[in-house]
């Protein structure tokens, strides 16, 4: 996932990575939601190292793009980790909606700035050249595309 610097290997998109910033209710009823980008700073932000620009979270509105330095009590480098303490209600977070999908389909989170997108990111299949490539990479990875689908699978309906 990323961005991916020049390579001999052979890249296959396989799907946008949308990052989506939310809170459980619980965290939502005790503090206001944030209506602009500005007012992350004032929250709970569970932080991680996996974004690319680390502690300023980066969002894109009609008026143009926000960016927030924004702090927390929690910092983890694992998704599942964020996922659970952004359920536990512990503060905002901005995670792939590939990892926060269910939740929000089942209200467990709540989207926040709504009108406020992070820059999205691409999953990719990364392998050696078609010439060198083994028919079981080749059927895996035309296997994981079509279990993604387009669109990814886990984005339909949030």
Do not use: Q
């Not at 001999?8 to 998109?13: G, H, M, N, S, T």
């Not at 691409?122 to 078609?130: H, L």
């Amino acid at each position: 996932m990323g961005a991916l610097e020049d390579s001999p290997l052979v890249v296959r998109k396989l799907a946008p990575s949308r990052l989506v910033a939310c809170a459980a209710p619980a965290y939502l009823t005790k503090h206001e939601a944030p209506r602009e980008p500005g007012d992350l700073a004032r929250h709970n932000c569970l932080c991680t190292s996996l974004l690319p620009w680390g502690d300023e979270w980066r969002l894109t509105g009609k008026i143009g793009e926000a960016r927030v330095a924004v702090g927390g009590s929690f910092r983890s480098n694992n998704t599942e980790m964020l996922r659970v303490a952004a359920l536990d209600g512990i503060g905002i977070v901005l995670l792939p909606t590939w990892a926060v999908a269910e939740p929000l389909r089942t209200g467990a989170l709540r989207r926040v700035l709504d009108a406020w997108e992070p820059p999205a990111s691409t999953i990719y299949a990364v392998y050696p050249s078609n010439r060198l490539m083994s028919m079981k990479v080749r059927a895996f990875v035309d296997h994981l595309a079509r279990c993604i689908g387009r669109p990814p699978y886990w984005d339909e309906g949030i």
